[in-house]
Nanobody, 120 residues
Framework: EVQLVESGGGLVQPGGSLRLSCAAS????????MHWVRQAPGKGLEWVSA????????SYTDFVKGRFTISRDNAKNTLYLQMDSLKPEDTAVYYC?????????????RGQGTQVTVSS
C-alpha cells in the first residue's frame, strides 16, 4: 500500500521560507517520478512541481519558478519542497503525490497534506 506522509507546513510571513518533507513507503520510491500538488481554499488541485526518479530532471509551474526547489533523497525515501519568498497566494494544503516511471507523467496517489499559511 502506498503511503505518503507530508510534514513541515505552518504559518509564515510573506517573504519567509518553509521546507516541506514527504516520507514515502509501500512502493519502490527511487523508481518513480514524484510530484507536489496543492489546493488553495475554495479552489481545485493545482500541480506545483515534479522531479524525475534520479533527480536529474525537475519541472515547476510558472508561479513558483525561481522561488520553490524540489529535491529528493532516494536513500531515505523522502521528497522535499523548499519554498522561499512565500506569498499569500501560496496559502494552500500541499500534497506529495506518486507519479509514473516516466517524467513528468501524471500523478496518482497522494498523502493527507500539510497546511501552509502565508500571512502577516
Amino acid at each position: 500500500e502506498v503511503q505518503l506522509v507530508e510534514s513541515g507546513g505552518g504559518l509564515v510571513q510573506p517573504g519567509g521560507s518553509l521546507r516541506l518533507s514527504c516520507a514515502a513507503s509501500g512502493f519502490t520510491f527511487g523508481m518513480y517520478t514524484m510530484h507536489w500538488v496543492r489546493q488553495a481554499p475554495g479552489k481545485g488541485l493545482e500541480w506545483v512541481s515534479a522531479i524525475s526518479n534520479g533527480a536529474k530532471s525537475t519541472s515547476y509551474t510558472d508561479f513558483v519558478k525561481g522561488r520553490f526547489t524540489i529535491s529528493r533523497d532516494n536513500a531515505k525515501n523522502t521528497l522535499y519542497l523548499q519554498m522561499d519568498s512565500l506569498k499569500p497566494e501560496d496559502t494552500a494544503v500541499y500534497y506529495c503525490a506518486k507519479g509514473e516511471l516516466e517524467f513528468p507523467g501524471n500523478w496518482n496517489s497522494r498523502g493527507q497534506g500539510t497546511q501552509v499559511t502565508v500571512s502577516s
